[in-house]
């Protein structure tokens, strides 16, 4: 029973910011990476940018420069700072958590909702 959980979507003009934040909550040992991917109708699910519990980040390319991922220390909690919106990043953001379960061996990747973020004036 691991869930993760988004919020923080919304509606934003072109060139304005929003911030997700991601929990997850249940039987966890560790978590080895949390991340963020988008998905707009019709399309793929698309990689946005991922932290591992060292703090080494990646991202995409078309978000570098302009959203920041992070993670709250001794906090299963990771967040997607985004600034400079585009009508393009319109999508519906999840949440990915690679993680260790108690008295399991091994990761796996567990999946938030997803939290709705609309870029338009």
């Known amino acids: 029973q691991v869930q993760l959980v988004e919020s923080g979507g919304g509606l934003v003009q072109p060139g304005g910011s929003l911030r997700l934040s991601c929990v997850a909550s249940?039987?966890?040992?560790?978590?080895?990476?949390m991340g963020w991917y988008s998905q707009a109708p019709g399309k793929q699910r698309e990689f946005i940018a991922t932290?591992?519990?060292?703090?080494?980040?990646v991202y995409a390319d078309s978000v570098k420069g302009r959203f920041t991922i992070s993670k709250v220390g001794g906090t299963n909690t990771v967040y997607l700072q985004m600034n400079s919106l585009k009508p393009e990043d319109t999508a519906v953001y999840y949440c990915?958590?690679?993680?260790?379960?108690?008295?399991?061996?091994?990761?796996?990747?567990?999946w938030g909702q997803g939290t709705q973020v609309t870029v338009s004036s």
């Open positions: 932290i591992t519990g060292g703090g080494v980040t």
């Open positions: 990915n958590a690679r993680i260790g379960r108690i008295g399991r061996s091994g990761l796996s990747d567990y």
């Open positions: 249940g039987s966890i040992v560790s978590i080895n990476r």
